[in-house]
Nanobody
Framework: QVQLVESGGGLVQAGGSLRLSCAASGRTFSRPAMGWFRQAPGKEREFVAAINWSGSSTYYTGSVKGRFTISRDNAKNTVYLQMTSLKPEDAAVYYC???????????????????WGQGTQVTVSS
C-alpha cells in the first residue's frame, strides 16, 4: 500500500504564496507519476498539476499555468506544489495523488490515480 500525507496548506492573502508538500510512503511506492487536484465547496474535484516519475515532464491546468510549479524530490519521496500569486478562486482542499506502480507518465485524469492523500485546506482572502 501507499500512503500520501499532504502538508503546507493554510490561510494566505490574495497575491501571496504557499508551498504544499506530499510525502509518500509504503513498500509498494515505486516513484510513479503524481499529481495535485483540488476541490472547492460545491464543485467537483479538478486537476491542477502533474509530474512524471523523474520530474522531467510536468503539466498544468490553464488557470494555474505560470503561477504554480510542481516538482519532486525522489530521494525524499516527496512532491511539492509551489503556489504564487494566489487568487481567491484558488481556495480549495488540495489533494495529492499517485498513479499505480509502473505508471510513470503524468495524467490529468483522476481515475488514473490509485492513491490519494487526505487533503490540505488552502484559503485565500481577498
Amino acid at each position: 500500500q501507499v500512503q500520501l500525507v499532504e502538508s503546507g496548506g493554510g490561510l494566505v492573502q490574495a497575491g501571496g504564496s504557499l508551498r504544499l508538500s506530499c510525502a509518500a510512503s509504503g513498500r509498494t511506492f515505486s516513484r510513479p507519476a503524481m499529481g495535485w487536484f483540488r476541490q472547492a465547496p460545491g464543485k467537483e474535484r479538478e486537476f491542477v498539476a502533474a509530474i512524471n516519475w523523474s520530474g522531467s515532464s510536468t503539466y498544468y491546468t490553464g488557470s494555474v499555468k505560470g503561477r504554480f510549479t510542481i516538482s519532486r524530490d525522489n530521494a525524499k519521496n516527496t512532491v511539492y506544489l509551489q503556489m504564487t500569486s494566489l487568487k481567491p478562486e484558488d481556495a480549495a482542499v488540495y489533494y495529492c495523488a499517485a498513479r499505480p506502480a509502473g505508471h510513470y507518465s503524468e495524467s490529468t485524469y483522476s481515475d488514473d490515480y490509485a492513491y490519494w492523500g487526505q487533503g490540505t485546506q488552502v484559503t485565500v482572502s481577498s
